[in-house]
């Protein structure tokens, strides 16, 4: 395993005693160079989940939970950055579990708005009416939309991120947690360039990698993350 060339390779090789097998495996990855990580890794991530924290506990302090999706928009650059794809419940979840993946899809329908459903809201969704239809590996693949008539159309999909927040919390649904009745908001977060600039980046992590011969859709500007030790030091 120390000489392959793929990832995919090690991945095959240690899933298989630790899912069919039952057994405990680690593995030990060999350090690598600061140049390395700058020209090839994604950085500030931490940085970016602590942005996405700190909006989500000021929204609870200030009880303004309605609009912290606005708030995390702004934080991660704005709406050329991340999208507000859709709000509505999930009316609808197939999972299974399969080799240690967990497979399946979230079906969210719109909800109607009340009055008391009425929120100042600095970003609208891009789509609205219908459903939209998430399948996830693991990881949410892409978003897709259902209109009225049937006409379907592809909002958001890998790899850019696509997150089901909690209307009540703000806070990312994990697979576990989909469950039937939630009240929920969709969003979209472009991913760095190096995956969707190149042919070879969307090979190995676009819609091709999961099995779905889909072409690209973008869906906006990626904006550099803001690094908080940069910015505090």
Not at 75 to 88: Q, T, V, Y
């Amino acid at each position: 395993m120390t000489r392959t060339d793929e990832d995919l390779d090690v991945d095959r090789v240690l899933r298989a005693p630790a899912i069919e097998m039952g057994s405990y495996v680690g593995m030990i990855r060999k350090p690598t160079t600061t140049d390395h990580v700058e020209r090839y890794g994604v950085l500030n991530t931490m940085s970016s989940a602590w942005r996405i924290g700190r909006c989500i506990n000021r929204a609870k302090l200030s009880n303004t939970i309605g609009t912290v999706t606005d708030q995390i928009i702004d934080e991660l650059g704005g709406s050329s950055a991340a999208k507000l794809l859709f709000i509505g419940k999930i009316i609808g979840v197939e999972r299974k579990l399969l080799k240690g993946h967990s497979y399946g899809e979230v079906i969210v329908e719109e909800m109607p708005a009340g009055k008391e459903d009425e929120r100042k809201v600095a970003y609208a969704p891009t789509t609205q009416g219908g459903q939209l239809r998430v399948p996830f590996k693991n990881e949410n693949i892409y978003a897709k939309h259902i209109a009225k008539d049937d006409n379907e159309t592809f909002v958001a999909m890998v790899p850019n991120l696509i997150a089901i927040l909690d209307a009540q919390t703000g806070k990312a649904l994990r697979v576990p947690e989909f469950r039937y009745g939630v009240i929920v908001h969709v969003l979209g977060i472009t991913a760095l360039l190096r995956w969707t600039d190149s042919p070879r980046g969307l090979e190995i992590s676009g819609l091709g990698a999961f099995g779905y011969d889909i072409p690209y859709k973008p869906l906006g500007t990626y904006a550099k993350l803001r690094s908080v030790v940069q910015e505090f030091k």
